[in-house]
């Protein structure tokens, strides 16, 4: 039976239209093996439903499968007409149980309890029970009366309550609720929560119907993954006539139950003797009566009571006369510690009276009789079982109390992060953000004593991690492919200026070489010519024929790869101009220059460079540009600061721009780089290792990109026609699928 492929029911429940289907795949390696199906009560409208997964299980599944399916089978053909729910599920759960333990014990498998996963369930009438162990997916959609969903992750529930699993109660947990119209139960042996989208996995859950939801959720997985789902739709019904309504059996019920114990508790409450109000009365009538003589009202009294009244004026005699013996004694002991010789006859004294009066209770005790010695060490034993006890009591209850409010910060936990994951549902990104920074923030307050609680926390997360990265646009980039390594061809040495000339990457070595990537063969070769050596720490800058640099030599050099030739074009510079970047566009050569604590762009021409040749391009401004890191030019000047704001000039002018928030804000940006061709400026911050992107246009911001080879970048270069992000690392260079183009 449980190769069945797909079956599906309708019924109606009171007031509700039940919808069921599930989907199992009949073609399933023996590696991992799922079950699910569901049956109809039959002398009640509901259904009783099981799903089930099994790692590494191989053949032994054939012999656990049958005793799923026969039980819950027996459970929905002998569930009566007038049986409680709960009670027959409880008692279900009790059967499943003892019946696992059982094959366990006799050895028909040996699969370990880590390797099973499964729920089993019962809805009838407008109520649903869960029971489950392992890791399956159980989502349930509450349809609020502002018909919006509230999403509750039930698995995380069950292992949350759930004490570490075993074959002789693999089911312990029970999870009890109640079905309204539109609600939407869903089971799975896959992660669904990972594969699908959240706000696609919702939406097709609460508006397919659970066929077509089944067909939907199938084509998120690869043809050979083992998918097994289970969904249960609550819809609204209206019935022809009021005889068609089911009554409920409140007689029967757990709530009546408990009713009708309280009454009875409270009954033989006023029926029982009250102690303390008699002890009240005979105190006051004692004690402040008018009439004072007393004497003639204890013969209304039986002889218990006036027994008892001796006993207490006796024991206040005593006690008045052990208070005012002690105080006595206590003053002269003070008085003596003050006079030296009257000190040391008082602690000979204490001595040996101590000594004397241990002999006299020795010797008394011995001549107590044997029943009154074991009656007293029986005494003792009770006391200090007593007192162990109570000691135990007290710390188990300590225990308690401090485990259900771990279980309650859990749940206040799980629930800001459902409501955040509603609110990015309905795309409210600025709620969704409040309610992950609050779960966070729950987060850090759970203890971290266990390996389960450190389990649990890393687990919450994870998840609000990779929640957060989607809020954030951010991309996680894993192993990016290395394009060629300079150190194989030059052992000793490394690389800086990474430029991209006519499709062709090159680098500058520190062997003061230029060298060209061969991208099929993963090789550099050098320039043909040593006259184009370029000093360490140089500034370079390319065009469509030409790469321009400068470093320790006078002025600004252009090194031409077609030709092999150096040309050496003079400058005069002083000492306070300070050269930052280097950039070429529409046959001119821009600097971002320094000079007396703030930053001017030089603009020279290609064809003759020269001092007199330089103008300054920035003619109007309001920010200052003294954390100018770097520029980009595209007809509109970008200027990039160290904070990461980004300055357009136009014309020489500064204009307003609105550029995008970045979650988290930028701390140390170092690079600029956009072109004419493309729509994007990229900024490199390899402090927080990301690369950011923003619209030109418009100045949103569209996503970054996260990786650990962000952080030792040099330099980077993009080429959108082949959807490139190139990295420069050390002496290797990386490539970066660009996924936003």
């Not at 109000?277 to 402040?288: A, D």
């Not at 991690?465 to 490394?494: C, F, M, W, Y």
């Not at 970048?713 to 026609?721: I, L, Q, Y």
Request: charged fraction near 20%.
């Amino acid at each position: 039976m449980y190769t069945t492929s797909k079956k599906r029911a309708t019924l109606l429940c009171m007031s509700l239209l039940l919808k069921a289907d599930c989907l199992q795949d009949p073609k399933q390696p023996n590696q991992e093996r799922s079950l699910s199906f569901f049956f109809p009560l039959d002398l009640r409208l509901g259904f009783v439903f099981v799903l089930a997964s099994i790692e590494k299980a191989g053949e032994q599944a054939d012999a656990l499968f049958p005793i799923l399916t026969e039980q819950v089978q027996r459970l929905a053909q002998s569930f009566g007409k007038n049986a409680n729910a709960q009670h027959r599920f409880e008692q279900f759960l009790s059967a499943l149980n003892e019946s696992l333990a059982d094959h366990v014990r006799v050895g028909d498998w040996s699969i370990p309890i880590e390797h099973f996963h499964g729920v089993v369930g019962i809805a009838c009438g407008e109520q649903m029970f869960l029971s489950g162990t392992g890791e399956l997916t159980a989502i349930f959609l509450h349809k609020k009366p502002s018909e919006q969903f509230q999403i509750f992750n039930l698995s995380r529930s069950i292992q949350t309550e759930q004490a570490l699993p075993t074959w002789e109660k693999a089911f312990a947990v029970v999870l009890d609720g109640e079905l309204h119209a539109g609600d939407v139960f869903c089971l799975a042996n896959q992660e669904l929560q990972r594969n699908i989208p959240s706000d696609e996995l919702h939406t097709l859950l609460a508006n397919l119907p659970p066929t077509g939801a089944l067909e939907k959720m199938r084509q998120y997985f690869a043809l050979e993954t083992p998918f097994s789902a289970l969904i249960l739709q609550a819809q609204t019904f209206s019935p022809l006539s009021e005889s068609t309504t089911a009554k409920p059996l409140s007689e029967l019920s757990i709530e009546q139950l408990g009713k009708t114990e309280q009454k009875t508790t409270s009954l033989l409450e006023d029926e029982s003797p009250k102690t303390f109000t008699f002890l009240t009365h005979l105190i006051r009538r004692l004690f402040f009566s008018a009439d004072n003589r007393k004497s003639s009202r204890f013969t209304r009294f039986s002889p218990l009571v006036r027994t008892s009244w001796r006993l207490l004026t006796s024991s206040c005699y005593v006690a008045l006369k052990m208070i005012l013996g002690i105080s006595v004694q206590s003053c002269s002991a003070c008085f003596s510690l003050t006079q030296k010789q009257r000190r040391q006859q008082l602690f000979k004294n204490i001595k040996t009276s101590t000594t004397s009066h241990f002999s006299k209770a020795n010797q008394q005790y011995r001549l107590l009789p044997r029943m009154t010695k074991y009656l007293i060490l029986a005494v003792i034993l009770v006391i200090l079982v007593f007192s162990v006890g109570l000691s135990f009591m007290k710390k188990s209850k300590a225990d308690t109390a401090l485990e259900q409010a771990y279980l309650d910060q859990i749940a206040a936990t799980q629930e800001l992060f459902d409501r955040a994951q509603s609110a990015y549902i309905y795309k409210d990104e600025v709620q969704a953000r409040t309610l992950y920074a609050q779960a966070q923030i729950s987060l850090s307050a759970l203890p971290m004593e266990t390996p389960e609680q450190t389990a649990v926390i890393e687990d919450y997360q994870i998840q609000i991690n990779t929640a957060l990265d989607e809020l954030r646009h951010v991309v996680h980039i894993s192993d990016p492919p290395l394009l060629g390594d300079l150190k194989e061809t030059q052992p000793e040495t490394s690389a800086q200026g990474l430029s991209l000339i006519d499709g062709v990457l090159s680098v500058l070595g520190s062997d003061d070489f230029i060298y060209s990537l061969d991208k099929s063969k993963k090789t550099f070769s050098p320039s043909t010519t040593t006259s184009a050596q370029i000093a360490d720490k140089s500034l370079t800058a390319t065009d469509d024929n030409s790469l321009f640099f400068v470093d320790e030599r006078p002025g600004i050099s252009e090194f031409t790869p077609s030709t092999q030739s150096l040309t050496q074009h003079p400058l005069i510079t002083t000492e306070s101009q300070s050269w930052r970047s280097l950039l070429t566009y529409a046959d001119r050569l821009y600097a971002l220059i320094y000079e007396n604590e703030d930053a001017q762009i030089y603009r020279y021409s290609t064809s003759a460079i020269a001092t007199d040749s330089a103008s300054s391009w920035i003619k109007s401004k309001e920010t200052n540009l003294s954390e100018a890191v770097d520029f980009a030019i595209d007809g509109t000047l970008f200027v990039l600061l160290k904070n990461g704001t980004i300055i357009r000039f136009v014309s020489g002018s500064e204009v307003s721009w609105n550029q995008g928030i970045v979650e988290p804000a930028v701390e140390q940006a170092v690079a600029l780089w956009t072109d004419i061709d493309s729509n994007y400026l990229y900024v490199l911050e390899p402090v927080q290792e990301r690369l950011i992107i923003f619209e030109k246009e418009t100045g949103n911001y569209l996503v970054q990109y996260k990786s650990g080879l962000f952080a030792d970048a040099n330099s980077f270069v993009v080429d959108e026609s082949t959807r490139s992000i190139f990295l420069l690392i050390d002496s290797k260079i990386y490539t970066i699928a660009a996924s936003h183009l």
